[in-house]
């Protein structure tokens, strides 16, 4: 089998593309997130973590709601709803509970709890004491934040804060703003049709406003080895590994072409195994590749 790929290398890149390309069809959408050669959202496979989350996510926002009207008691009662939902998602899934796949789960029941017993310490504390909520002095906050009070308006700061950073963290990860979704979708439409220099260009364009996107790493990456640049696609695949510490794709990808640039199973197995400790799903067609070598 070796030698008939060495032998014909335009038959070779051929299948290649056509498995890069095969993969971009299942994205759908141009802001779906799409994985290449992998789609972790297959049938056959368990729900991701944000689908089992929703319900969850559901209270935790309307605690935060009533939270910041300050009713108290209704906020605690929706955490305490969240905290029940999240422990039954862990009990419907024990085999991943423990993951590093469900830390973003573990990190919710912690924060509800906080939540919960600040929420506390505020209502016993009013019994005694009258707290301003309108003094904005720097000596009042050190006060609060000493004695675990959140103000109104902290409270809206805070949360205006995070859903900053979690907006920041998503185009980073995969997502792309809206006005460079068109874009997005005409170069994969490129890719498709194999007019791989456009697809390129439009990449470059995309690359200069969101430089470490993931899907832009991995289309990247894709396109590159559709144009026999295997050692290049290697080279913008480690980078995304590097950028994207946390996610398996890079690595999983760098397991398959470890082994279609040198055969290297050590390498492949490596590359491979970090990713299931990050939480990536089993791929049975590459393990039956790594078992024969």
């Known amino acids: 089998?070796?030698?008939?790929?060495?032998?014909?290398?335009?038959?070779?890149?051929?299948?290649?593309?056509?498995?890069?390309?095969?993969?971009?069809?299942?994205?759908?959408?141009?802001?779906?997130?799409?994985?290449?050669?992998?789609?972790?959202?297959?049938?056959?496979?368990?729900?991701?973590?944000?689908?089992?989350?929703?319900?969850?996510?559901?209270?935790?926002?309307?605690?935060?709601?009533?939270?910041?009207?300050?009713?108290?008691?209704?906020?605690?009662?929706?955490?305490?709803?969240?905290?029940?939902?999240?422990?039954?998602?862990?009990?419907?899934n024990p085999d991943r509970a423990e993951t590093p796949e469900f830390a973003p789960l573990r990190t919710k029941r912690a924060t509800c709890q906080s939540a919960i017993d600040a929420i506390r310490f505020a209502q016993v504390n009013d019994n005694t004491r009258v707290v301003s909520v309108t003094n904005t002095s720097e000596l009042q906050k050190k006060w609060n934040r000493k004695h675990g009070i959140v103000t109104p308006e902290e409270a809206a700061e805070e949360k205006r804060k995070k859903e900053e950073a979690e907006k920041a963290a998503a185009a980073k990860a995969g997502a792309l703003a809206p006005e460079l979704r068109a874009t997005y979708a005409a170069a994969l439409a490129d890719l498709r049709r194999k007019d791989y220099p456009a697809a390129a260009q439009k990449l470059d364009v995309l690359e200069k406003s969101s430089p470490d996107n993931l899907n832009l790493f991995l289309l990247r990456a894709a396109l590159q080895v559709c144009q026999g640049q295997d050692f290049a696609a290697r080279r913008t695949l480690e980078r995304a590994a590097r950028v994207h510490d946390k996610s398996y794709l890079p690595l999983y990808n760098l397991a398959n072409l470890s082994l279609k640039i040198d055969d290297d199973v050590d390498a492949a197995r490596r590359h491979y195994e970090k990713g299931r400790t990050l939480g990536g799903p089993k791929n049975e067609a590459l393990e039956k590749r790594l078992e024969k070598k």
């Open 1 to 92: 089998m070796k030698e008939k790929w060495k032998s014909s290398p335009r038959s070779r890149l051929r299948a290649l593309c056509a498995l890069a390309v095969l993969a971009f069809a299942i994205a759908g959408t141009a802001h779906a997130a799409w994985y290449w050669p992998f789609d972790p959202d297959d049938e056959k496979k368990p729900p991701r973590l944000h689908r089992l989350l929703e319900k969850a996510n559901d209270y935790i926002d309307m605690a935060d709601e009533e939270s910041l009207n300050g009713n108290g008691d209704k906020a605690i009662e929706n955490y305490r709803l969240a905290l029940a939902e999240l422990d039954r998602v862990e009990r419907e």
